[in-house]
């Protein structure tokens, strides 16, 4: 499969829709196809519907990390569990999904930051996770060739990988194999509602009749949720990754500081990107709706606040993108499938400098492949997972850059959300209501 996965790329999953299902997934990321995963293994009748082509977003743009460390406290028990399916799914499914466990390893470059890796080591604790400090003398022993001057760092030897461009399509084809519907370039329109509740979708394709629906429509969940009354403030950055040329190899893992983050990848290369959450926010009308929400977050982490003054056309929160259709008129999600911005080639020269400078004897590293992706985040950088005011409506958005490695374990946690089952975790960090409850915003506390 070639990437980045576009428009012009081949529909795997089509056919005639459904009369009825049992649960309609608005999102065919990895959150939706796992939730479908889980779902039909229940027993249910399960149809994704997808507007552009699974995977084509954040899903496949993401560095790759199955990280347990750094996690917000809420989001790790969920996280375990997701690294163990992660684990089962590789040993089904085989090398396609390119999963290796082969670490995490942060990097300190201020006592600060020290303190901070030490203070989240309670919570692995906690959570029966391995994770440890380092010093500045086992930093250099991982990382060859490095003459940066790092304080220390954090390690969790049992957190992974996989390659995404290849994971949740392959992930997509086996749970069409178990019987899960996928339909491609097929947008969710809107929701049909007859007495307070859902009975059904209408898509593009037509109506399908269902008693419950799953929005897990990443970066297009706001805008597909508010013309129905129900609001969250949810928006995008846009972050900005590549992929090198084949390199001699430095460390096997994951590893990041402020400056860098970097993934050995199967071809010999390296995922490269900003370490520092250099993202680009885009200012559109839901930004200004949602100032006072997203201000504790930016008084804590000012590298979130590089704006830009306005979204490409035809994005979410774009001037001119529509709030209000009807369902028998082309929605913005058919005028714009794929998520495709360009990307900060001034943030990847900034990374390639900051290798260069931590790997001498490398230099900066050639880029094979740039690209970008929108990232779709929440006031508290944790995701909104939880039933809406609407029956027959759940939630699973807002994942905040953590949604790969997480996948599967939400997808769990969602079909038994969905079907009254044991969910296992405490959710109240994730609930919907948390924004206009009058509760205090408090910022994740993971790293």
């Given at each position: 499969?070639?990437?980045?996965?576009?428009?012009?790329?081949?529909?795997?999953?089509?056919?005639?829709?459904?009369?009825?299902?049992?649960?309609?997934?608005?999102?065919?990321?990895?959150?939706?196809?796992?939730?479908?995963?889980?779902?039909?293994?229940?027993?249910?009748?399960?149809?994704?519907?997808?507007?552009?082509?699974?995977?084509?977003?954040?899903?496949?743009?993401?560095?790759?990390?199955?990280?347990?460390?750094?996690?917000?406290?809420?989001?790790?028990?969920?996280?375990?569990?997701?690294?163990?399916?992660?684990?089962?799914?590789?040993?089904?499914?085989?090398?396609?999904?390119?999963?290796?466990?082969?670490?995490?390893?942060?990097?300190?470059?201020?006592?600060?930051?020290?303190?901070?890796?030490?203070?989240?080591?309670?919570?692995?604790?906690?959570?029966?996770?391995?994770?440890?400090?380092?010093?500045?003398?086992?930093?250099?022993?991982?990382?060859?060739?490095?003459?940066?001057?790092?304080?220390?760092?954090?390690?969790?030897?049992?957190?992974?990988?996989?390659?995404?461009?290849?994971?949740?399509?392959?992930?997509?084809?086996?749970?069409?194999?178990?019987?899960?519907?996928?339909?491609?370039?097929?947008?969710?329109?809107?929701?049909?509602?007859?007495?307070?509740?859902?009975?059904?979708?209408?898509?593009?394709?037509?109506?399908?009749?269902?008693?419950?629906?799953?929005?897990?429509?990443?970066?297009?969940?706001?805008?597909?949720?508010?013309?129905?009354?129900?609001?969250?403030?949810?928006?995008?950055?846009?972050?900005?990754?590549?992929?090198?040329?084949?390199?001699?190899?430095?460390?096997?893992?994951?590893?990041?500081?402020?400056?860098?983050?970097?993934?050995?990848?199967?071809?010999?290369?390296?995922?490269?990107?900003?370490?520092?959450?250099?993202?680009?926010?885009?200012?559109?009308?839901?930004?200004?709706?949602?100032?006072?929400?997203?201000?504790?977050?930016?008084?804590?982490?000012?590298?979130?606040?590089?704006?830009?003054?306005?979204?490409?056309?035809?994005?979410?929160?774009?001037?001119?993108?529509?709030?209000?259709?009807?369902?028998?008129?082309?929605?913005?999600?058919?005028?714009?499938?794929?998520?495709?911005?360009?990307?900060?080639?001034?943030?990847?020269?900034?990374?390639?400098?900051?290798?260069?400078?931590?790997?001498?004897?490398l230099g900066k590293p050639e880029l094979r492949t740039v690209w970008a992706g929108m990232i779709d985040t929440m006031p508290d950088v944790v995701p909104v997972v939880d039933h809406a005011p609407i029956p027959g409506l759940t939630i699973a958005t807002g994942?905040?850059?953590?949604?790969?490695?997480?996948?599967?374990?939400?997808?769990?946690?969602?079909?038994?959300l969905v079907t009254v089952g044991r969910v296992g975790h405490d959710l109240t960090r994730f609930r919907f209501g948390r924004f206009t409850d009058g509760s205090k915003i408090e910022p994740a506390m993971g790293l």
């Amino acid at each position: 499969m070639s990437f980045p996965i576009s428009v012009a790329s081949p529909v795997r999953f089509a056919g005639p829709l459904p009369q009825r299902v049992d649960v309609v997934i608005i999102g065919g990321g990895i959150i939706g196809v796992m939730a479908a995963w889980f779902l039909r293994a229940k027993g249910l009748s399960v149809l994704v519907c997808e507007k552009g082509r699974i995977a084509a977003e954040q899903s496949s743009r993401n560095w790759g990390w199955i990280r347990q460390q750094g996690r917000d406290p809420g989001e790790l028990p969920i996280m375990v569990e997701s690294l163990s399916i992660w684990r089962n799914l590789a040993a089904e499914l085989g090398d396609q999904l390119g999963f290796r466990q082969s670490g995490v390893l942060y990097i300190a470059k201020t006592d600060r930051e020290m303190a901070e890796f030490e203070a989240w080591t309670a919570h692995a604790k906690a959570h029966g996770v391995e994770t440890r400090m380092q010093t500045s003398a086992e930093v250099d022993s991982r990382l060859k060739g490095a003459v940066a001057p790092w304080k220390g760092g954090l390690w969790t030897g049992s957190d992974a990988m996989a390659e995404p461009w290849t994971a949740v399509p392959t992930l997509a084809a086996a749970a069409a194999a178990r019987g899960v519907m996928l339909r491609e370039a097929c947008a969710v329109r809107a929701l049909d509602i007859a007495g307070g509740r859902v009975v059904g979708v209408v898509t593009e394709a037509g109506r399908v009749a269902t008693d419950h629906v799953i929005v897990a429509a990443g970066a297009w969940s706001r805008l597909f949720l508010q013309q129905h009354g129900v609001r969250i403030p949810q928006l995008s950055t846009r972050a900005t990754v590549a992929a090198t040329a084949p390199m001699p190899e430095i460390f096997p893992g994951c590893a990041a500081d402020d400056d860098i983050g970097f993934r050995r990848r199967a071809d010999g290369g390296y995922t490269l990107a900003s370490g520092g959450s250099e993202d680009d926010f885009f200012i559109g009308p839901d930004a200004f709706h949602s100032f006072f929400s997203y201000l504790p977050i930016l008084r804590q982490d000012r590298r979130l606040s590089r704006f830009r003054p306005f979204a490409p056309k035809g994005f979410p929160d774009a001037w001119g993108t529509p709030r209000r259709w009807g369902a028998d008129e082309i929605s913005p999600f058919e005028r714009q499938r794929i998520l495709n911005p360009p990307p900060n080639l001034k943030t990847l020269a900034r990374a390639q400098s900051a290798f260069a400078k931590a790997f001498p004897a490398l230099g900066k590293p050639e880029l094979r492949t740039v690209w970008a992706g929108m990232i779709d985040t929440m006031p508290d950088v944790v995701p909104v997972v939880d039933h809406a005011p609407i029956p027959g409506l759940t939630i699973a958005t807002g994942m905040s850059g953590h949604g790969f490695g997480i996948g599967p374990g939400m997808g769990r946690v969602l079909a038994d959300l969905v079907t009254v089952g044991r969910v296992g975790h405490d959710l109240t960090r994730f609930r919907f209501g948390r924004f206009t409850d009058g509760s205090k915003i408090e910022p994740a506390m993971g790293l």
